[in-house]
């Protein structure tokens, strides 16, 4: 079992990145019920939540089916950091993540996100700030370090431990690196075994298969795996690396039925979350990722980017369905 703070895991847990755009609680929905351990919130603007801006307030939406679940929020001022993670616990999550790992612009000019690798005082700052205004146990997402002549991890760890927060996750590559590359995990394997270390240590990046999810847990001796890309249009991933992990069998790939059923359960979500037309909305960047791979599926595509309404949605998935059973696609 792995515990962050009273919060009760399984033994090597499998968890969601926050993704900004992706990571909402219809998504969040789809990988709870197909084996995601612990899922996060996209990330939330300390100084968004303060200025009640709508679209950071939405972010907070949680729900009892999708627990244990965390909310992520960023920022680069200890005051609006303390404020926002007390605005937080009102909607009683069951972690506050900080998201110390954004490479993106618009985030890093603002001195938050991986702009914060740049100093690690202020990140020590930051993160004390955010555990001493709130009950929950607060985590870190984090990056080695700002680029290759700069990792700082190992000092990081240590110092953000120290700060009172119950769990790490490491994204193994540099901000210099953005997605690029291949991530190191060596970094990882070194923080854990640094016996100074006593909070549970997440690995994250590459993850997109279940053999390279056991070689991972096997070489790096993480205490569990974070998710993010590998996971979009195929929540199936959680439940093929559990299966995989206790017989060594791989689970045959989702059918055709299999991904049209996910995305009538992420479009009927999305709906009744948002509203029909944002929801469908929102939807729209996910019909792709659903079908990667799969052949003519872009003679549909153009449909489903067209549909404003779920019945047209499900007149399409209906549709879909009869063509690929007559063609005779798995």
């Known amino acids: 079992m792995v515990k962050i703070g009273n919060i009760e895991l399984p033994d090597f847990p499998l968890l969601l990145a926050p993704m900004e755009d992706v990571s909402d609680p219809p998504f969040r929905r789809l990988c709870k019920m197909h ?26 939406d949680i729900f009892d089916y999708e627990r244990p679940v965390g909310i992520q929020i960023f920022g680069g001022d200890e005051e609006a950091m303390a404020m926002s993670a007390r605005i937080v616990e009102t909607v009683n999550p069951d972690i506050v993540d900080i998201n110390f790992g954004c490479p993106v612009k618009k985030v890093v000019c603002k001195g938050a996100g991986a702009g914060v690798l740049k100093d690690i005082d ?28 700069s ?30 590359g291949e991530a190191d995990w060596n970094h990882i394997s070194r923080i854990k075994n640094n016996p100074n270390i006593e909070i549970p240590i997440f690995g994250n990046g590459d993850i997109d298969s279940p053999q390279k999810a056991l ?64 929801g ?18 872009k003679e549909f595509k153009t449909k489903f980017l067209q549909a404003v309404t779920l019945e047209e949605v499900e007149n399409l998935i209906e549709e879909t369905k009869v063509f690929y059973s007559e063609k005779s696609f798995s």
Not at 36 to 60: C, N, P, Q, V
Not at 125 to 149: E, F, I, Y
Not at 282 to 296: A, V
């Open 35 to 60: 084996g995601a351990d612990l899922m996060y919130s996209e990330f939330i603007s300390s100084e968004g939540l303060i200025r009640d801006a709508i679209k950071s307030r939405k972010k907070l």
């Open 280 to 297: 469908l909305m929102e939807m729209r960047q996910h019909y792709s990722n659903y079908f990667r791979g799969i052949p003519h599926f």
């Open 122 to 149: 202020l990140m020590v700052r930051l993160t004390k700030a955010v555990v001493d205004s709130t009950h929950l146990p607060v985590t870190v997402k984090t990056r080695l370090g700002w680029d290759t002549d």
């Open 151 to 180: 990792i700082n991890i190992d000092e990081v760890a240590e110092r953000l431990q120290a700060t009172g927060i119950k769990a790490l996750t490491i994204h193994a590559r540099t901000r210099a690196q953005m997605y690029k």
């Open 215 to 278: 070689e991972y847990k096997n070489k790096f001796d993480c205490d569990g795996i974070m998710i993010g890309r590998g996971a979009i249009g195929y929540p199936w991933i959680f439940n093929e690396i559990k299966h995989y992990f206790e017989t060594g069998e791989i689970l045959p790939e989702p059918t055709i039925a299999d991904r049209l059923e996910a995305v009538k359960n992420h479009a009927e979500s999305s709906v009744e979350w948002k509203g029909e037309r944002p």
